[in-house]
Structures are given as structure tokens and as C-alpha cells.
């Protein structure tokens, strides 16, 4: 971190219940244990969604490929309503507050989400406010239709982070149920 600290991570059971903290990401996923991850859908007002394309840094996962609108690994002894807070203004420069947040989905760890407990939120930004602005952490942020996304995830999944591409099928699935 910039400002010295050190950061924690939860390490959860497969119940998620947090056990102890982890030091390093490397860690978390080389060992392949269990932890927290939060992913935010930014939609915007006329069916559009917020992707951001991942730094192509060596220590950003999926880097250099389109993903959520937000992600990161929850820290220890913070809530996935924080951590999806302070990912959206650590990634995004949003500030945003947890009661303008919708949780849509819990995913369960796997090897492809890397066995995370990822909780997914979803935030409705109003159109007339600015673009987010990019950090060292982000590439390039844009704002796409939803059936142009969808037609360009089915062309093109390798340009998406496979956890992204997880999810969005799982949120869409949902939407269709609920006749979002």
C-alpha cells in the first residue's frame, strides 16, 4: 500500500467463516485457500454497463484483460459491503455508500474464481455524472450497451477475465428471472 501498511486478507472456511489472515495475495492463491472476493456491476441509466480493462501489470490478476466494473479481495476483519466500497474508490476514484449497492450474488470458491467466496454487488450510476477515473490498477475504463457486451463476450471471451465472464452469465441469468 502507498500509505506503508500492511494489508490482510481473510482466509475463510468453506463456510466462510474467516479463520485467520493472510499477508499476501501470492499466498492465497498459490496455496489455493479459501478467502474473500467482492466484484461491483456499475450499470448505467439505459441499459449500459461499466467494464474496466485490468492494468497489464505483472501482479494484476487478469492483466490486461475486460472485467468487472470493481473487484478485489475482501481484507480481513472487513465486510464484503466495505471492501466493495473501498475497491470502487481505490480502482474507480467513486465514492459510493453501501446502501446505494444491491448484493445480487454470493459465488462459491472454485478453482476458476480462485477459490473465492465472491460476493457480487451491483451499483446503478447515474448518467449525468462523470465517467470514473482510471487508476494505476485500471487500463482503461469505458461504458458499453448490454447486448453489445453480450455479443462481444461471446466472440471475444478471451479478452474477459474468466471470473468476470462467470459472473455476468450468473447475473444475466438472474436479471432474466426477475424481468430486470
Known amino acids: ?3 506503508g501498511t500492511v494489508e490482510t486478507y481473510s482466509v475463510v472456511n468453506n463456510k466462510d467463516e474467516q479463520i485467520h489472515a493472510s499477508f499476501s495475495k501470492r499466498d492465497l492463491h498459490e496455496n489455493k485457500l479459501l478467502h474473500r472476493g467482492v466484484h461491483l456491476f456499475i450499470e448505467v441509466f439505459g441499459g449500459k454497463f461499466v467494464l474496466q480493462k485490468k492494468a497489464n501489470k505483472p501482479d494484476i490478476e487478469n492483466a490486461g484483460k475486460w472485467s468487472s466494473s470493481v473487484s478485489g479481495h475482501v481484507r480481513f476483519n472487513e465486510s464484503y459491503e466495505a471492501a466493495a466500497v473501498r475497491e470502487a474508490f481505490e480502482e474507480l476514484h467513486l465514492l459510493i455508500a453501501q446502501s446505494e449497492m ?3 450474488l454470493k459465488d462459491f470458491p472454485t478453482e476458476e474464481n480462485g477459490f473465492e467466496f465472491t460476493t ?3 451499483y446503478l450510476l447515474d448518467p449525468r455524472k462523470e465517467l470514473p477515473k482510471v487508476s494505476e490498477e485500471v487500463e482503461e475504463v469505458v461504458i458499453v ?3 453489445v457486451l453480450i455479443v ?3 466472440r ?3 479478452r474477459y477475465s474468466p471470473v468476470f465472464v462467470s459472473l455476468f452469465n450468473k447475473f444475466l441469468s438472474i436479471e432474466k428471472r426477475i424481468g430486470g
Open 102 to 104: 444491491r448484493k445480487t
Open 145 to 147: 450497451p448490454l447486448p
Open 152 to 154: 462481444d463476450i461471446s
Open 120 to 122: 457480487l454487488f451491483t
Open 156 to 158: 471475444n471471451r478471451s
Open 1 to 3: 500500500m502507498a500509505d
